[in-house]
């Protein structure tokens, strides 16, 4: 998508009254003011991005001292790193000189990160090592002048990072998917594949074409032979509750399809939002495969296809659906005003070899068309919503109706924050 125009007459005062009408018109889609406006932009990752809990990364990314990658998000940088004590932190990739970035390589093995400016001397851990000369200065000390930190939380091999140190605790409410999401063994589960796919559009547009399946059955033909999500709710109760009754003993694990909803407006603290469902499987269907047929050997405690799939949400922008056999994870990073990393993880047992107890071609098939179908149809809604004569119309109330939740705590929170 081509740069947008800039309104030079906006203001906090616009932004302020925008949020403030569009709070009365609830179950509305949001106006293209939203997508467009640069200092809607800038309030959202000071406000939202930079406040909540993201999904960083696998554990298994980094296994020896040393090892770290970067995560990018919005126009900064962070590193996330294993120490000589075996302990993993993230941190800002700014120099505490000037600024410069420390590490350029996407990941890798290092003993230092060394500015490439004036060659100040960062430990893997984030402390300042050695400032050349520095101690021409009086008072300097390199204990005030480590890579500053950001919050960092694992949880089952998953690594969450949050770039404001008084977040809200994100333990509880990750804890609270202790069972449901224990059943898959992620600590110890293998990365198969990842892709991402930078999608041209406002971050918005990507996570409300997320949060709903009104889009399902229209963009995803394959998707929707397989997943009763696409349906309405009461269509398709029968094969839920049929799934629900058999779940425990099928898959032994009690209380793996137990749901809770704690997103957006409902999460216990700002960004931490957590949720868990389990939804089934069309008649057939044991995994999310072309032919029903599994792809790879079950994961970590699962016993046994239950014709379901657990649906989680860890933090406002990182989701989960999750086979007996695999496990697909799905991340939003906002990288400009109209441009988002959509992220899609796949994961196997942690013991599952490729090519022989899985083809990743084929595991990946799925998920990869159905983002490349999202691609396509978010693109259009970009295009829609900037023109000049895009006139919001009604969400559906069931389908849309996590959209709807979505942005009701967005335009909350820009209230909240936008009152002088
Ligand atoms: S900016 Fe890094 S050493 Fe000067
Ligand atoms: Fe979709």
Redesign the pocket.
Known sequence: MKPIATDVTDSTTRMAEMVTAQMDKPGFAIDAYFYRSHVIYQTELEQIVFKSWLYAGHVSQIPDSGDYFLFELGEDSIIVSRDDKGKVQAMHNI?R????R?CEDMSGNRGSFV?P????VYNIDGSLRAARDMEMLEDFSSDNYGLKPVRLEVFQGLMFINCDPDAADFRGPLEKMTVQLGAYDLANAKVADSKLYAVEANWKLCLENYLECYHCATSHRSYARIHTLKALAHKVKPINEAMWARADEVTGVPGIADAFYAYYGLASGFGACAYHSRYALYEGYLTGSEDGKPLAPLMGNMQGYDGGAGDFQMGPLSFMLNYPDHCVLYRFIPRGITQTDMEIVWFVNGDAEEGVDYDKGKLTRLWHSTAREDEFIIRRNSAGVNSHFFEPGPYHPEFEQMSMSFIKWYLDTLHRVSRP
């Open positions: 120099c000189h000037r600024g410069a420390v500015c400016y004036h060659g100040w």
